[in-house]
């Protein structure tokens, strides 16, 4: 991947999610970013984390990850490729 350098620090973590290889380095993006401003709540990365490892299991439906940042789509992708 290509590291593009925007303005804003917090804008190199979100072009990152697009680009995740696996779980562990979407989650390593996640913990930097620190929170993440959905729709209806801000997510802590911890929290988008177990929601994740829930839809893995097959524990929760892929809706109960947010959409913000592309990070359902992301999950979807890495899930498919599992």
Do not use: Q, W
């Not at 959905?38 to 097959?58: C, P, W």
């Not at 990070?71 to 899930?79: K, T």
Request: aromatic residues 8%.
């Amino acid at each position: 991947m290509e590291n593009i350098d925007f303005p804003n620090p917090r804008e190199n973590e979100t072009m990152g999610i697009e680009y995740a290889a696996s779980f562990e380095s979407l989650y390593d993006i996640l913990r930097g970013m620190g929170e993440v401003v959905g729709t209806a709540k801000t997510y802590t990365a911890d929290e988008l984390i177990r929601k994740i490892d829930d839809v893995r299991r097959g524990d929760r439906d892929i809706s109960f990850i947010t959409r913000s940042h592309g990070i359902r789509s992301a999950v979807e992708r890495l899930l498919k490729n599992a």
